[in-house]
């Protein structure tokens, strides 16, 4: 690179070059929270091993699949070409989180190898994910990098977990989340506002409340459930509420697992 190379260099070609190999290895729809916008994405699964959440439609169209160690690797070094861009990565698609340790440990050992600048790697997991690995391997985990799990846990009513087919209790989520503290794991827990519907509504609201209390994570979202009712009332809203509900639909919509 010449002098007058150096005197026009623009980091944020390199960004938008980082962003492009997002781009081109990502697979499919590709969902993250809203505070990993600026982390590189590595889908280290594609699809949702679950993809039976009622009210989830994100992973529907894609056949879940794990990725080999080897394409990962592959994807690692694509980014650390551009340097220390980002400091943060976010490891998808829907509950990445289900792999085992043995599997997880690899990945995080290859991140820290191949892009050491990286401060804190997040997942998306369910309850299953964090249940299947022991304390010792959750902090095994943590001592390999993984600095956030983001759980959708939706509801603390059992009946309401039942009926949108999330496939874990309430006692699960306290159980998920006493594990993660023990790990020193950060725990960002997300619920889904409605989704007892009007005849839950109540157990839905109060048995919640309480989860989150017993669960006590460092964060909690909160995301609006869609209805069918909710959707054909939009209709007839004037244009500009219309139009903010939609966008309010999008983001929450990247919530995710
Ligand atoms: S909400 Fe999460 S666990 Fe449920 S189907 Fe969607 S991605 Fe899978």
Redesign the pocket.
Known sequence: MGLQDISSFNPECFQDLAYEIDSMTLVGQVYRPPSEAESILIQITEG??????T??G??RGKQFRVKSLDEIEQELLDHARFGPLQRRLFLC???ALVLSSRRLLPVLVAIRRTLPWIERVGI?G?TRGVLNKTVDQLIQLKEAGLGIVYH?V?SGDDETLVSIQ??GTRDECIEAATRLKEAGIMHSVIVLLGVGGVKRSNEHAVNTASLLTEMDPPYVGATRAKSKKIQKKKTALPKEQKENMTRQSVEHSKH??
């Open positions: 949702c091993s679950h993809n039976k959440c009210y989830c994100m992973y698609d829907g509950d998306y369910d959708g939706e999330k496939g995710g697992a």
